[in-house]
């Protein structure tokens, strides 16, 4: 029918001016980081990479493109693996234990990142260890890892345990059932846990504008640094590298696992 032909096109033109409406800063901060011009503008007067050359030229940027890439790996290998402890000792508890838990596990998504910063910021200091790597890490983990607990737990939902512990009576010992067993038919689900976590700690910011130092700051701190000055260009270069980060990994999960499998787990 005409009606049902217009309301499909219709629907397509929507889907597709939210689809641009997404993509559109990313164009945007793509292009201007090629731009020949001293000032952010768009579209860019002419086409250079001066500014990526200016990027290996500063310490500073390049300290805090190393200091990102080693928090999101460790926040993601920390939050990854607390996840997946707490996904699996939940499957002992009944059903209203097992809520509690995990209501109490996703309580630090609830709580702003200011009081959170400011917390830990007071309790690292009392400690005599703010503004190092591990405690930016550790802060990153509160909001990744009740995403990856709740990644894993949806996980565990779908595989067959009985093939768990046809191995544990076949003599295996429980972290030898999960390595060799329980962790090849979860991959999708890990992967996608792991891929979270480390986009949640890429992108952070009020959190590590708290806890980190002048060594320890990240790229989201520099940049922001930056902007309170002047619209730098190399704050576009370093977006446009972390977009490609984010998209590269995406791509390196994809190949190795199948994109169709870790959204269907995510």
């Known amino acids: 029918m ?44 002419g086409v250079s990479l001066r500014w990526y050359a200016a990027l290996t030229a500063s310490d500073e940027w390049l300290r ?38 995990t209501g109490l596990a996703v309580v630090p998504l609830l709580v702003p990142g200011v009081v959170l910063g400011v917390t830990l910021l007071v309790f690292f200091s009392e400690l005599g260890r703010q503004q190092e790597l591990w405690t930016v890490v550790a802060a990153h983990s509160l909001w990744a890892t009740p995403l ?17 512990d046809a191995a544990l009576d076949l003599g295996a010992t429980r972290v030898d059932a999960f390595r060799e067993v329980v962790a090849p038919n979860v991959t999708a689900g890990l992967a996608a846990a792991a891929l979270i976590a480390f986009v949640v700690s890429l992108q952070e910011f009020v959190m590590t504008l708290f806890l980190s130092g002048r060594g320890t700051r990240t790229v989201p701190v520099v940049a922001w640094n930056s ?37 269907r787990d995510a």
Not at 12 to 38: D, E, H, I, N, Q
Not at 246 to 251: H, K, P, Q, S, T
């Open 2 to 45: 005409r009606s049902d032909r217009v309301a499909t096109v219709g629907f397509r033109l929507a889907y597709a001016a939210v689809f641009a409406f997404l993509l559109a800063p990313v164009v945007v901060v793509v292009a201007t980081s090629v731009s020949s011009s001293t000032a952010v503008s768009f579209p860019p007067e």
């Open 64 to 101: 805090a493109v190393r200091n990102s890439a080693l928090v999101a790996t460790g926040t993601t290998a920390l939050s990854t693996t607390l996840g997946v402890l707490g996904a699996l000792g939940v499957r002992r508890l009944d059903g209203r234990a097992a809520d509690a838990v």
């Open 148 to 164: 990856t607990y709740s990644v894993m737990r949806a996980t565990f939902s779908r595989f067959d345990w009985r093939i768990r």
């Open 227 to 263: 902007l309170r000055n002047s619209l730098d260009p190399l704050v576009s270069v370093t977006s446009t590298l972390l977009v490609g980060a984010v998209l590269l990994v995406v791509a390196a999960v994809g190949a190795a696992i199948g994109l169709d499998r870790v959204a």
